[in-house]
């Protein structure tokens, strides 16, 4: 059983870059078959896609391309997310989530909230 | 980009059938999924392309996709099954999400 865990700080300033990681443990990030994405929702808003990570590259949403950045680390089995000059609007519970079975987000990480403020 | 459009709020008599519904151009030639949400809990997965249900997900829970809606149909309504409905589509490589819809059940 696939089991994803998201971390990082619970806090980020105006600006500053964000980086979150997700831990998967279970199976390989590198499974050719999966592929491994972030999603986040604000307070009161809905999932919003951020970028996708497959065995060949990434993908990312439109609206956040210029500031966002997925990556792997096989070493230690995880998916990273790295969000540049966030603002008060970035402020969300992030998911990571993965697609195994089912060609889309089948697995769920728990999320981790994320505030930015100064 | 490609959009899909869900309505904000659905409610449903406990036992009856809620039907959920996903517009978008052509939305028939893709492949719909439908997560749940509860407040504070991570989405899950309760039917993948068009009509399949994942593992653990009740058959009184189903998908349709044809022309320019796609629908979760929710039978037998119960207390449990109040949560946010999303659904989601690929194109160009990018994910969209619909604005999510609330069943109340009541």
């Known amino acids: 059983q696939l089991h994803l865990q998201e971390s990082g700080p619970g806090l980020a300033k105006p600006s500053e870059t964000l980086s979150l990681t997700c831990t998967v443990s279970?199976?390989?990030?590198?499974?050719?078959?999966?592929?491994w994405g972030w999603i986040r929702q604000s307070p009161g808003k809905g999932l919003e896609w951020i970028g996708n990570i497959y065995y060949s590259g990434a993908t990312y949403n439109p609206s956040l391309e210029s500031r966002v950045t997925i990556s792997e680390d096989t070493s230690k089995n995880q998916i990273s997310l790295k969000l540049i000059s966030v603002t008060a609007a970035d402020s969300a519970t992030y998911y990571c989530?993965?697609?195994?079975?089912?060609?889309?987000?089948?697995?769920w990480g728990q999320g981790t909230l994320v505030t930015v403020s100064s | 980009s490609y959009e899909v459009t869900q309505a904000l709020s659905v409610s449903v008599a406990l036992g009856q059938t809620a039907r959920i519904t996903c517009g978008g151009n052509?939305?028939?030639?893709?492949?719909v999924h439908w997560y749940q949400k509860r407040p504070g809990q991570a989405p899950v997965l309760v039917i993948y392309r068009d009509t399949k249900r994942p593992s653990g997900i009740p058959e009184r829970i189903s998908g349709s996709n044809s022309g320019n809606t796609a629908a979760l149909t929710i039978s037998r309504a119960q207390g449990g099954d109040e949560a946010d409905y999303y659904c989601?589509?690929?194109?160009?490589?990018?994910?969209?999400f619909g604005g999510g819809t609330k069943l109340t059940v009541l």
């Open positions: 279970g199976d390989s990030v590198r499974n050719i078959g999966y592929y």
């Open positions: 052509n939305i028939g030639s893709k492949n």
């Open positions: 989601q589509v690929s194109d160009s490589n990018t994910v969209v």
């Open positions: 989530a993965g697609s195994t079975v089912t060609t889309t987000f089948d697995q």
